[in-house]
């Protein structure tokens, strides 16, 4: 049981260039996020996904663009980076029903924009 | 606008201390959450709760409905308790979260 699981753990991009942040869960989670950390701010959410097939945007989404593949997978993609995407990002999910309050986050991808 | 606050922002104690950190929101809540992140590391849940005290080990979360108030306690502490606290509520029809900034706690041999 991995939990939730992020790939890759680090990437420098330079401006411009493109890329996609992974990220699976096998809790059988509806619910999934997508959140950006950066010194001195709280994890602030860029968008979200409340079940298989549906995707919202949260506080941050300019720049970024998602795909909830299946009820496993929510992946995130950057089209064109910029040096204000420099950032550590952390994929979570949630499920239903009891506990669902409890979420389980990724170990984040450290994103160097240059 | 912060819906949570958390004090202090940097925190050093000396191996053994007893400590407090502290959390207020804004919203009206269907549970308040403890967090901690090591340094590189991941983000873990340690404590969701929505009424009194919960314990676990060394720590202990307690939160006050009435005063929008939350504490993390760490009792006896140690340098493998040095990390990021960051405390979080869940609010609203889609139990949205709102995240503190953090604490950073050191904790010297």
């Known amino acids: 049981n991995a939990g939730v699981t992020q790939t890759p753990k680090f990437q420098v991009l330079k401006t411009g260039q493109s890329m996609t942040l992974q990220c699976a869960q096998d809790?059988?989670?509806?619910?999934m996020y997508w959140y950006r950390q950066d010194p001195g701010m709280g994890l602030r959410l860029i968008y979200y996904s409340a079940s298989e097939g549906t995707t919202d945007k949260g506080e941050v989404p300019n720049g970024y663009n998602v795909s909830r593949l299946n009820k496993r997978e929510f992946s995130l993609r950057l089209e064109s980076a910029a040096p204000s995407q420099t950032s550590v990002y952390f994929c979570?999910?949630?499920?239903?029903?009891?506990?669902?309050?409890?979420?389980?986050f990724g170990n984040g991808t450290r994103l160097t924009v240059t | 606008k912060n819906e949570v606050e958390q004090s202090p922002q940097n925190l050093t104690a000396q191996e053994g201390e007893f400590i407090t950190i502290n959390c207020s929101y804004s919203v009206g809540i269907s549970a308040l959450h403890w967090l901690q992140q090591h340094p590189g590391g991941g983000i873990v849940s340690l404590f969701m709760?929505?009424?009194g005290k919960k314990k676990h080990g060394r720590l202990i979360a307690t939160i006050n409905i009435q005063e929008k108030h939350s504490s993390l306690h760490i009792t006896a502490s140690h340098p493998r308790d040095s990390a990021v606290y960051i405390c979080?509520?869940?609010?609203?029809?889609?139990?949205?979260?709102?995240f503190g900034t953090g604490t950073s706690l050191t904790v010297i041999p």
């Open positions: 709760l929505s009424s």
């Open positions: 979080a509520v869940t609010s609203g029809p889609g139990n949205q979260f709102y």
């Open positions: 809790m059988n989670h509806n619910s």
């Open positions: 979570a999910s949630r499920g239903l029903g009891t506990g669902s309050l409890v979420v389980h």
